[in-house]
């Protein structure tokens, strides 16, 4: 198994005690299911990468949201990986607000996902590239500052 980053466990101490099991629970499954991951503070979020980004986790005051990378290239079947909840909806991650253990998907949905993920990474898959607009962009400049 992976050294254990302690800027991870200072990050669940601090965070507020509903989420600090669920974050827990989701750190010891990422484990289990791919030990040779390693534990970073990304974007002020706890991240796991393996042979590159792979999933991330983050709590805040009234909720708490897991991610795959990778999301967009995973099978899943019975639509626990919502897009639109990374876009927008209801929270950023995948699996939407966790207020509870009992938000998440069964255990096993959450290994299949790792290995699908861990997959992806082991080969070198990418995500597309993101398609850039080409359409020119208009500026309105307000006149206080025109002047």
């Not at 509903?18 to 991951?37: S, Y």
Request: proline share 7%.
């Amino acid at each position: 198994m992976a050294e254990k980053d302690p800027r991870i466990d200072a990050y669940i101490e601090k965070s507020a005690p509903f989420a600090r099991p669920i974050l827990k629970h989701l750190r010891k499954l990422i484990h289990r299911t791919c030990p040779e991951v390693t534990e970073n503070i990304k974007w002020g979020f706890a991240s796991f990468d393996y042979k590159g980004p792979f999933v991330s986790m983050a709590a805040f005051k009234e909720h708490a949201v897991f991610g795959f990378w990778k999301y967009a290239l995973m099978s899943d079947p019975k639509g626990y990986l919502d897009e639109r909840k990374n876009k927008g909806g209801e929270a950023m991650g995948n699996l939407g607000r966790i207020t509870s253990l009992k938000d998440l998907p069964p255990d096993s949905v959450i290994r299949s996902f790792l290995l699908q993920a861990k997959k992806l990474n082991d080969d070198g898959v990418k995500l597309p590239a993101r398609k850039k607009s080409t359409a020119p962009k208009t500026i309105i400049v307000p006149a206080v500052l025109a002047a």
